[in-house]
């Protein structure tokens, strides 16, 4: 009889601990992809750009290695985006990088 108390008990704990969990979670998974679609499909027309130059130019870039650092700067770009987004949650929950305020 004592065990159906304390299961009860433990339920009544976990239950609501899992749901937050879990809301978290999803929130981050789904701040994640967006957040690389979009990077991703800017990097992918930033390249076709360069694609569309001249011969010359290509070779120059290529030289100057211009598409290695594209892609270091849009990696920062997605690296702050997933840190600010999971250090400044406020009360709400809601990513403050969403609504644009990162300052506090």
Known sequence: MHYFALVSVLV?????????????????????????????EARDYVMSKIGDTSIVIQSIMGLAQIDI?????FTAVITRLILSGMSS????????????????
């Open 12 to 40: 009544s704990a976990v239950v609501p601990l899992v749901k937050m969990v879990m809301k978290a979670l999803s929130i981050g998974a789904v701040t994640y992809m967006g957040v690389n679609l979009v990077i991703d």
């Open 69 to 73: 650092a594209i892609n270091i700067y």
């Open 89 to 104: 949650t406020g009360k709400t929950g809601r990513y403050k990088f969403l609504t644009g305020d990162l300052e506090g």
